[in-house]
C-alpha cells in the first residue's frame, strides 16, 4: 500500500491564512533584486512583463531550447516514446517546484527561469556523453566541461542574451550530485564575483561540487531536480524492461515510488522550511533521499545493460568526431556542418544579441565542444554516420518489438 506523508494541521492552516492575504516570503528573491550584465533599455521590467519572467521568455525561445527534446534523459539507446527525455525533465523540474514555491512564497518567475535553463547546456546521450565530452576536452585543453556550466555558457557567452545573474547562477548551482540536508543560499554579489567563480570551476575538476545557489529560488530548483528525476528514472527503468516494476527497490521511509516519494519529500521540505531563510529536510527524510539515490545508482545508472554501449559505441565515436569537428574549426572549414549547421546558427541569433567578440574567433576546443554539446542523440548517430560511413561502431537501439522484457530484465 502507497504512503503519503500531509502537513501538520497547524502548518496548513498557517499555510491558508498567509495565502489568503497575500504573503510573500520576506527571503524571496524581489524582482527589483536583478542585476544584469549589460543595461540594455530592452531588458527593463514593465508591468506585463517582469524580469524574471523575461528571463524565462528568452529561455524558451533560445536557439537551443528545441533541442531538450530529443536528448535522452538516462536511457538513450531505446526507441521508445514513453521514455522520458530531458525536454520533459526541465517541465518536470518547473512544475515541482512552481507548486513548493507557491506554498513558501517564494518567486515563480526565477524558479521557472532557472528550471527551465538548468540543462541547456547538456550533451546527447545523457550523462555518459556529457562524462565522455569532458574527458576529451579535458585530456586536450586541461579545462573542464560541465553541463551546468555549459549552460551558462550558452545563454550569457555564446549568445549574450543578458540573463539575469540570479537566474544564471540558479543554473550553475543546481548540480545535486551531493545532496544537502539544509540549503542556505549564499549570494554571489555581482558579475564579476560570478566570472571569477565560474573561471576557477572551469579548471576544477570538483570546482562546481560545492556551490550553493545564491538564492531560495536557486536552492529549490536544486532539490527539485532530484525531486523530478529519481523516481521517473525508476518508472522509465519499469518501461525499458531493465527492472521488472518500482517495486523491487528496498522500502525507504518516503516510500519508493515516483508519487511517493515526491510527495513525501515536498511534504517534509515545506513542513520543515516554510517561513524560514533557508531550505532543509529533517535527518529521516534526508538520509532516505540519499538511499533512493544510491538505490538507483546501483540497480539502474550503472548496469551492465545502461553502460556497455556507452564504452563500446558512443565513447569511439565521440572521439573521431571530436578530432574531425576540431580540424574543421582550425582550418576555418566554412563548408563543413561545423560551420554551415552550428556556427551559421548562433551568428543568426548574435544579430539581434551581439557578442563582444567574434564567435568565429573562439578557441577551436571551444568551438568543437560548443557544437558537439548542441547536438541531439539523433543529430549525432547522422552525423556520425556521414562523416564515417564504413566505422564499425554504430548505436544499437532496442526497438519497439525488440522482446525486450524477455532480454533485459535483472535477475
Known sequence: MRYYESLSPELEQEIAEKQRAGWVSPFACKNSDVIRRYDRPGDAPKVYRQPFSKDADKILNSLFYNRYADKTQVFSFYRNDDLSRRALHVQLVSRIARNIGAVLGLNADLIEAIAIGHDMGHTPFGHAGEHALHALYHEKTGRCFRHNLHSVRVLDSMIPYNISLQTLDGIVCHNGEL???????????????????????????????????????????????????????????????????ESVFP?????????????????????QSFGMPYLKFDETHFLALKQLKKDNYERIYFQEAVQKQVRDSVVPMMEQMYAHIYQDAVSRNRESCLYQHHIAAVLEKQRWYPAEQPYTETDPHDLTVDFIAAMTDDYFVDYYRELFPKSPYHIEYVGYFDGTQDTLILP
Not at 538564492?215 to 530548483?221: A, D, K
Not at 522500502?251 to 513542513?271: D, F, Q, Y
Open 251 to 271: 522500502e525507504t521511509p518516503v516510500g519508493k515510488t515516483n508519487a511517493e516519494l515526491i510527495n513525501n519529500l515536498e511534504v517534509n521540505l515545506i513542513e
Open 179 to 245: 545532496p544537502l540536508a539544509e540549503y542556505t543560499p549564499q549570494p554571489i554579489g555581482d558579475f564579476a564575483a560570478f566570472d571569477a567563480r565560474m573561471a576557477a570551476c572551469i579548471l576544477d575538476e570538483d570546482g562546481d561540487r560545492g556551490l550553493i545557489p545564491g538564492t531560495l529560488e536557486g536552492c529549490l530548483v536544486r532539490i527539485c531536480d532530484m525531486l523530478a528525476y529519481l523516481g521517473k528514472d525508476r518508472q522509465d527503468a519499469v518501461r525499458a524492461h531493465l527492472i521488472p516494476a
